[in-house]
């Protein structure tokens, strides 16, 4: 199964989409989901609209979308879900750094980024082995 590489960013007044391995996905919006959605809708009318001979190698077969966000898009995308406090918690990076990531204030070294990263798919995987 091929694998369609979105990314998810953040600008001076919006946040953009587009795919690293695949012309012609691209999205905007006043917020990462809004972005996300609009590069999703775009894919979809790209396969919709095009010859199956037509569209890029990648399309023509079964594919999959996976994310890739800068921290500012990601702490946003996810603040409902995940407030500072709990990132803190996960992450060991106090709140009021975690304000600055997600508005853009300051941008985290690799090391920080990394921390964020594993705290999360972390998580993931403790949720992923939860059973009701």
């Known amino acids: 199964?091929?694998?369609?590489?979105?990314?998810i960013g953040a600008s001076s007044n919006h946040f953009g989409a587009f795919s690293e391995n695949c012309?012609?996905?691209?999205?905007?919006?006043?917020?990462?989901?809004?972005?996300?959605?609009?590069?999703?809708?775009?894919?979809?009318?790209?396969?919709?609209?095009?010859?199956?001979?037509?569209?890029?190698?990648?399309?023509?077969?079964?594919?999959?979308?996976?994310?890739?966000?800068?921290t500012q898009s990601l702490l946003q995308y996810y603040a409902g879900i995940l407030n500072k406090a709990t990132l803190e918690r996960l992450t060991g990076i106090n709140q009021k750094l975690l304000h600055h990531y997600a508005s853009g204030i300051k941008t985290p070294r690799m090391a920080q980024r990394k921390k964020i990263e594993t705290a999360l798919h972390g998580l993931g995987r403790e949720l992923l082995a939860v059973n009701l």
């Open 1 to 7: 199964m091929e694998k369609i590489i979105i990314n």
């Open 23 to 70: 012309e012609g996905i691209y999205g905007s919006g006043d917020t990462p989901e809004e972005a996300k959605q609009n590069a999703l809708d775009g894919l979809r009318l790209l396969v919709k609209t095009r010859a199956k001979d037509d569209l890029p190698k990648i399309l023509r077969g079964e594919y999959e979308v996976e994310y890739h966000f800068d």
